[in-house]
């Protein structure tokens, strides 16, 4: 088991939904967090006031991390402020859901630089710290779309199965060192997200789900804690948090 006290960790788009579960989880546990936003201004700041009450320490750093600069920009400030990086979690996200006749080149474009090209980004710019980490991890949200498909959603199935082939691929190349790379593949969980599909659309879905009920947010969170905790012998992998919807 690690102790993660002390540790520094990034989470892009860390100031809401899971993200903002998972800046709470490992900012409990004594890592200290850098909550990446775009344009969540308010409740990043919020976020960062609110662990500060609690004893933690956080920063927020504004970066659109699908643009290659801002990623690097992000990871500096990082090093600046805390002197390394030990664990990076890819949470970014965002949906552009189309039939794929009505999809547009730049519904596709959007979502494939934010949720998949922002993991590049991030990686190229922070695996130099995290390999001089004794415990380096890099967390990769992906989602069950990416596993299954899902209607309407080909620009972000695409995405998110790409963010699994990354994990494995990167994996492989790291196996050898202290750094392991993982997926957590959520199924449907309750965040704004989710909020937004039809309530007649989530009952069918929850119908097909065998523990009958949406995830949470912070049982995403919990699989983060558990990669970062206790996973230097896990690499490469997908961890399903879904109630069993996809076995």
């Known amino acids: 088991?690690?102790?993660?006290?002390?540790?520094?960790?990034?989470?892009?788009?860390?100031?809401?939904?899971?993200?903002?579960?998972?800046?709470?989880?490992?900012?409990?546990?004594?890592?200290?967090?850098?909550?990446?936003?775009?344009?969540?201004?308010?409740?990043?700041?919020?976020?960062?006031?609110?662990?500060?009450?609690?004893?933690?320490?956080?920063y927020a750093c504004q970066a659109d991390v699908s643009k290659l600069e801002d990623a690097k920009r992000l990871v500096e400030e990082t090093v600046?402020?805390?002197?390394?990086?030990?664990?990076?979690?890819?949470?970014?996200?965002?949906?552009?859901?189309r039939s794929f006749k009505k999809l547009s080149r730049e519904d596709w474009n959007q979502v494939i630089d934010v949720n998949l090209s922002s993991v590049y980004n991030t990686v190229s710019a922070a695996l130099p710290y995290i390999a001089e980490s004794d415990n380096g991890r890099i967390i990769n949200i992906s989602s069950i779309i990416g596993q299954t498909?899902?209607?309407?959603?080909?620009?972000?199935?695409?995405?998110?199965?790409?963010?699994?082939?990354?994990?494995?691929?990167?994996?492989?190349?790291?196996?050898?060192?202290?750094?392991?790379?993982?997926?957590?593949?959520?199924?449907?969980?309750?965040?704004?997200?989710?909020?937004?599909?039809?309530?007649?659309?989530?009952?069918?879905?929850?119908?097909?789900?065998?523990?009958?009920r949406l995830g949470s947010a912070e049982e995403i969170a919990n699989g983060v804690l558990y990669l970062c905790r206790d996973g230097a012998y896990v690499t490469g992998q997908q961890l399903n948090i879904n109630g069993g919807l996809y076995m």
């Open 1 to 58: 088991m690690v102790q993660l006290d002390g540790k520094v960790a990034i989470v892009t788009g860390g100031a809401k939904g899971i993200g903002k579960s998972i800046t709470e989880a490992l900012a409990k546990q004594g890592v200290k967090v850098v909550i990446n936003y775009n344009s969540s201004a308010t409740a990043a700041d919020e976020l960062v006031n609110a662990l500060a009450e609690q004893g933690s320490e956080a």
């Open 80 to 97: 600046q402020r805390y002197g390394r990086v030990d664990f990076l979690v890819n949470n970014a996200g965002i949906t552009r859901d």
């Open 149 to 212: 498909g899902g209607f309407g959603q080909t620009n972000y199935s695409a995405a998110k199965a790409g963010m699994i082939g990354f994990t494995k691929s990167l994996a492989l190349e790291l196996a050898r060192t202290n750094v392991t790379v993982n997926a957590i593949c959520p199924g449907f969980i309750e965040t704004d997200m989710v909020a937004e599909i039809p309530q007649n659309v989530l009952d069918q879905i929850v119908a097909k789900i065998p523990k009958k």
